[in-house]
């Protein structure tokens, strides 16, 4: 089965992996990219920008009922959690988990129901542990888990809660982590070959 939807989780010190990760994904990459960053309720739309300057892909900020679109990156907004639901996004207004909303767990565990072994998991710098159970869910339906090296990370504590939830997962750098995706544009890997 090929890889259906990329799931990228971070928190502190997220903004500069995240830069580095979307540069690191070719025009010709297929699969839809989905950002959860822990951000201020009040946040602005500043994010996607700041991405779309490193990108060759359309970044764009999730609004209710978007259609998810196959080589495209889409930032949860601040303050809404964000599921996949059939072939678009959903926004709510539940309660934060573990403090925050968007909730990583939240997003990935949405994606694992839905794709289940189509869907590729990564959990990147932050400060807590939102993504491990996320993580958990990805690797139990068969999809790919991918954790950024703790002692590479700004801040150890997600990657480290994530590789306890999922030991198994793929350990690798920001550019290991990039050039692991990237690699999947080579591979052919899309939503039109997906069973």
């Known amino acids: 089965m090929a890889y259906r939807i990329v799931v990228i989780g971070t928190s502190w010190g997220g903004l500069a992996a995240l830069r580095e990760l979307v540069g690191a994904l070719p025009s010709s990459f ?22 779309q300057d490193r990108a060759a892909l359309k970044v764009c900020e999730v609004e ?12 949860a907004p601040a303050d809404y959690h964000l599921l996949i639901e059939g072939n678009h996004f959903a926004l709510s207004t539940e309660e934060p988990v573990r403090y925050s909303r ?21 959990v990147l710098t932050g400060a807590n542990a939102d993504g491990a159970a996320g993580l958990e869910r990805i690797a139990s339906r068969g999809g ?9 990370a700004e801040s150890p504590a997600m990657p480290t809660a ?13 550019t290991g982590i990039g050039a692991l995706l990237a690699g999947l544009a080579l591979e052919g890997h899309g939503p039109e070959r997906a069973a």
């Not at 679109?69 to 889409?74: E, F, H, R, V």
């Not at 968007?102 to 990564?122: E, L, N, Q, W």
């Not at 994530?162 to 920001?174: D, G, Q």
């Open 30 to 51: 297929k699969l839809p990219v989905v950002l959860v960053q822990h951000r201020h309720r009040e946040s602005d739309h500043l994010l996607a920008t700041l991405l």
């Open 64 to 75: 209710d009922k978007s259609p998810i679109c196959a080589g495209s990156i889409y930032v």
């Open 102 to 122: 968007p909730s990583i767990d939240v997003t990935f565990t949405s994606a694992a129901d839905r794709y289940g072994a189509g869907t590729i998991g990564v």
């Open 144 to 152: 790919l888990a991918v954790v950024q090296a703790p002692e590479t």
């Open 162 to 174: 994530a590789l306890r939830a999922v030991p198994a997962a793929k350990v690798l750098t920001i």
